[in-house]
């Protein structure tokens, strides 16, 4: 379903990393715009569409998941599991749903999804996919991905994602999005042509920013430490539930044991035969029960697991912030020594040591000509360097007043 | 005393050893002092031993006295043994008050047995006195020997390995008292055993221990006996009823010792379960430091498992304590039973081995020889004795096994019970919702969204907003059916 109106078109653009054009209003009102030209499209009666390809409502759910074998990239047998997408478009009048698009989706392409939206969304927590191999994992629970019960839980996980990111005014928007929807087809192709993993930022420096940032943001600051503990608490809850999950089933299955003694028992007995045989096959069944219990636990550890992967979503736009904190104060530093340097060769004062200086000194002072032509490449330097800031400053701001992440700062306020 | 003609309720106090021959000493070149030795227990008179003149309820003699074995005399034995299940109780001990003695050379327990009783042979309405462990044991093996032919009651196990379990610790004490109490309370409800003279003595005995002094000399001569009975005959086959009894035991001790060994493992998990819950718990006291809103909650759900914990503690304590005990008794029970269907199996023997030699002989007796015809006896009382000690074992064993599983069941329920009521008490603080609590949301200050929906609140009017199952019922976006101004973002 591709009948995308004039207006919507330019909405189809992947979000740039640069602000989105407007230098002279943070993202605050361009973010406005955005929310208000939605509003526009829709009645004015304040219903609001968040999944808002055309003027529909829009369902998607992960229904089904297949069991597949094909060919890898080394032309190697391998098998997978696809789940099939649909999505429906609701009527508003009668409120019945219409089947608008269904295809196959593996989990490979649910990650190339996400990892594009995290760089081109630098400022948003991108919802979390379900884990990728089974973790925290007891011994009884297959850590096999093929697992039937694993495959399930995946299948849930899955579509949540799908939901939180239809649910996000911002990233609904998005073309690459939308077409992971509903073009089955070349959607890898397309989704490596933005030429998004050029974009990712590397580890390494990331972390080099971490350290050298000098005026971090403190409640980025307070934010990461905050993710960082969450992460670390989650992962210890779920390292200790899986242990206590391990040794409740042992109890149960012991207790199948009498099951087959008590029956023995009461082959020899007379008045109490009855009873014994009762009593064993109750605990046949206690013993058994323990499986379903178990299995429900699951969902929570589940969801226990969604917000692990939350924080550390969380923990990748603090560590965005601090990258472009640093930046920007590279930035900044450069701008000052260059304009320091302006000033030093205009006014004819070396106050710093410097290589120029030095050669000044070692081979006679440079010709007017010569110093003008300096004097003019550093200033068009500066002006440069002075454009970048303020496009730093701004994506900074952008990055900080973006609409969700305002309430996340807003809410790690301490409490305690 | 022996001599003295029984008056309707014959004699008081206890014998002296002299006095009583040992009830095997049957052969004829050990005829004991006190004439005729087969033990005639009889209810409504005090037994005596070797009592010549005891006179049976029916008139009859005692069995043994002349003709072979009268099958009334068998019968009067049953009969007796029925009447005590009725209600006339006139004997009760107890066994409580544990006591540490330290002494020079060894340090031990005591406990007070109190004992009352209507009976005549008590001198006192009640007595309180203190035994020790080892004062049990000699009993039993005096039990033993005076009524071979009865089943007597297990003690707790004499052993037990230093260091691996601590004699003084309360449970171990304690776990000790009851089995003491039960075996006292055995003795006591055995209509033959509770009449036994070293067990009144045990009850009533100022010095034991001079008493027991005086047993020893003769200790040789009733060991000798013994043994020349029970030695060196072969039974070509037991009759049926004692086969199934023996078989009987077999299965049943193998049964017990597997659901012991069951139990034993079970406690162990459950140990091992409650070591990770209570890592569990407080993980989550330390998440709820980190958190606003969720603080309350999280320590709520810590302090629910802490309860869960503690219950289950009980329950394993409650199983090793009361559980285990029992089943470990009635093992040592069932082999005490197997070694007396032994002795069962010998005096049969001997029996045959004698009836055989006589025929063999050819002699022109129109009678049987006097020896013969008592080992005939010794076997058909023996047979006696211990079918309707059977009888009664096994319907005290009913008795203790229901209330045994049934307490197991109990126990367990309560656990249970405990639990649900540790988790319902917390689900009133996790729906609780303070003012601002919403579910996680996305959007800014204009617009906010459930993340469990797919639709924004403020749906179209009459349409229903579609709601994730996931949603928690106190999310207040999906609770607001117009738009956001009336939520507050925190």
């Not at chain 1, 087959?260 to 029960?289: C, N, P, T």
């Not at chain 1, 050669?359 to 440069?384: D, H, M, S, W, Y």
């Not at chain 2, 006179?55 to 069995?63: H, K, V, W």
Request: charged share 30%; hydrophobic share 35%.
């Amino acid at each position: 379903m591709e009948q995308a109106p004039p207006d919507l078109e330019r909405q189809w653009q992947p979000a740039p990393l640069e602000p989105l054009g407007h230098t002279d209003a943070g993202l605050q009102a361009a973010v406005g715009e955005e929310a208000e030209g939605s509003r526009d499209e829709v009645p004015g009666d304040g219903t609001m569409t968040e999944n808002n390809f055309g003027l529909k409502k829009i369902e998607i759910s992960v229904s089904e998941a297949e069991k597949r074998t094909g060919r890898n990239a080394m032309n190697m047998q391998e098998t997978y599991t696809a789940y099939l997408i649909e999505t429906r478009s609701v009527e508003h009048t009668d409120g019945q749903s219409v089947l608008t698009d269904s295809l196959w989706r593996r989990y490979s392409e649910f990650e190339l999804l996400r990892n594009y939206l995290l760089v081109y969304y630098p400022h948003i927590v991108v919802p979390p996919l379900p884990e990728k191999r089974a973790e925290f994992v007891w011994h009884k629970l297959s850590a096999d991905n093929m697992d039937p019960d694993f495959v399930e839980r995946r299948r849930i996980g899955l579509e949540n994602f799908l939901l939180r990111v239809a649910s996000h005014p911002i990233l609904c928007r998005d073309k690459i999005f939308y077409l992971f929807l509903t073009q089955e087809g070349n959607w890898k192709e397309t989704v490596n042509e933005t030429g998004f993993q050029l974009k990712a930022d590397s580890r390494l420096k990331a972390l080099n920013a971490t350290f050298r940032v000098k005026n971090p943001d403190k409640r980025f600051t307070e934010l990461k430490h905050y993710s960082d503990e969450l992460q670390s608490v989650i992962s210890h809850l779920l390292r200790v539930r899986a242990r206590v999950a391990d040794r409740l089933y042992g109890v149960y299955k012991v207790h199948g044991n009498y099951g087959r003694v008590f029956s023995e028992w009461s082959a020899i007995e007379k008045e109490m035969g009855d009873g014994l045989q009762s009593a064993g096959h109750h605990m046949d069944v206690y013993a058994s029960s323990i499986d379903d219990i178990l299995e429900d636990e699951e969902h929570y550890a589940d969801q226990l697991k969604e917000y692990l992967f939350y924080a550390e979503a969380l923990r990748a736009v603090c560590r965005k912030h601090e990258l472009m904190q640093y930046d920007l104060e590279m930035a900044a530093q450069d701008l000052a020594s260059k304009k320091q340097q302006c000033e030093e060769l205009a006014t004819g004062t070396v106050r710093t040591f410097s290589l120029k200086g030095m050669t000044t000194k070692l081979f006679g002072q440079e010709t007017p000509e010569q110093r003008e032509a300096r004097i003019k490449v550093l200033e068009e330097q500066i002006n440069e360097g002075e454009q970048q800031l303020k496009s730093k400053n701004l994506e900074g701001r952008e990055f900080k007043f973006g609409p969700m992440l305002r309430n996340a700062l807003a809410r790690c306020n301490p409490v305690k | 005393m022996s001599g003295g003609p029984p008056k309707g309720l014959p004699s008081t106090g206890p014998h002296s050893l002299l006095d009583m021959p040992h009830p095997l000493a049957g052969s004829s070149s050990e005829e004991a002092v006190g004439g005729d030795s087969t033990p005639s227990p009889d209810l409504l008179m005090a037994r005596s031993f070797g009592d010549k003149d005891l006179i049976l309820p029916n008139g009859g003699t005692p069995a043994g006295t002349s003709s072979p074995a009268s099958s009334s005399s068998l019968l009067n034995r049953l009969q007796l043994d029925d009447d005590i299940d009725g209600e006339t109780r006139d004997l009760f001990v107890t066994v409580d008050d544990p006591k540490k003695h330290v002494c020079t050379m060894e340090t031990y327990i005591t406990y007070r047995i109190t004992t009352k009783s209507t009976r005549v042979e008590f001198d006192l309405p009640e007595y309180s006195v203190r035994r020790r462990y080892q004062d049990f044991d000699w009993l039993r093996n005096k039990l033993e020997e005076s009524q071979p032919t009865h089943l007597i009651p297990p003690l707790p196990e004499k052993f037990v390995v230093k260091g691996v379990v601590d004699r003084f610790s309360e449970e171990f004490v304690e776990t000790r008292r009851k089995a003491l109490d039960k075996f006292l309370k055995r003795i006591t409800d055995h209509p033959v055993l509770s009449f036994n003279e070293h067990f009144n003595v045990f009850l009533t005995a100022k010095d034991l221990n001079a008493y027991k002094r005086q047993g020893m000399a003769l200790l040789s001569r009733v060991g000798e006996s013994v043994k020349h009975v029970t030695g060196g005959y072969k039974l070509r086959s037991r009759p049926l009823e004692f086969a199934a009894i023996g078989d009987y035991l077999d299965t049943f001790a193998l049964k017990l010792g597997t659901i012991d060994r069951i139990a034993q493992r079970i406690i162990k998990e459950e140990i091992e379960y409650l070591v990770e819950l209570r890592e569990y718990g407080p993980v989550y006291s330390t998440w709820s430091a980190l958190e606003g809103e969720l603080a309350e909650p999280l320590e709520g759900v810590s302090a629910c498992i802490g309860n869960c914990s503690t219950a289950l503690e009980e329950l394993t304590d409650d199983m090793t304590e009361d559980f285990l005990p029992v089943l470990r008794e009635y093992i040592l029970y069932s082999d005490s039973m197997k070694s007396v269907l032994k002795k069962r199996d010998q005096v049969q023997a001997e029996y045959e081995a004698k009836l055989e030699a006589v025929a063999l002989r050819k002699e022109d007796r129109p009678k049987v020889p006097a020896d013969v015809e008592k080992c005939q006896d010794r076997m058909e009382c023996f047979n006696a004795d211990l079918k309707a000690d059977m009888e009664r074992w096994q319907s005290n064993k009913r008795q203790d096994f229901r209330q045994l599983l049934m307490g197991m069941a109990d126990k367990n329920i309560q656990y249970y019970e405990k639990c649900l009521m540790a988790w319902e008490s917390i689900i009133p603080l996790l729906q609780e919702k303070p003012e601002a609590k919403l579910a996680p949301i996305w959007g800014n200050e204009e617009t906010t969204w459930c993340l469990f929906t797919t639709t924004v609140i403020g749906g179209q009017p009459g349409s229903q907003p579609r709601i994730s199952k996931r949603c928690p019922s106190s999310c207040v976006h999906c609770s607001i059916v117009h738009n956001s101004q009336d939520v507050e973002i925190t």
